[in-house]
């Protein structure tokens, strides 16, 4: 399976000054961890609740779980 497969969700929440927060995906009942640096990375300004967004799933390097990457926010 291609792990680098771009999914939509919904933003659930995203706390700045803890760095990380969860992405609903649209296909999925399990909450996805999206990480501060993931957000740096795609040159967001911030993550809001209730946020579209698309993502892939990304290999963390530190805890070896798998986190959204390549964030890009829907517009609508």
Not at 3 to 9: D, H, I, K, P, S
Not at 47 to 71: T, W, Y
């Amino acid at each position: 399976m291609d792990n680098q497969t771009r999914q939509n969700g919904t933003v659930k929440w995203f706390d700045a000054k803890k760095g990380f927060g969860f992405i609903k995906p649209d296909n999925s009942e399990k909450d996805i961890f999206v990480h501060i640096t993931a957000v740096q990375e795609a040159n967001i300004q911030r993550l809001k609740d209730n946020q579209r967004i698309s993502f892939e799933l990304v290999s963390d390097s530190r805890s070896n779980k798998q986190s959204a990457g390549k964030l890009q926010l829907i517009q609508e």
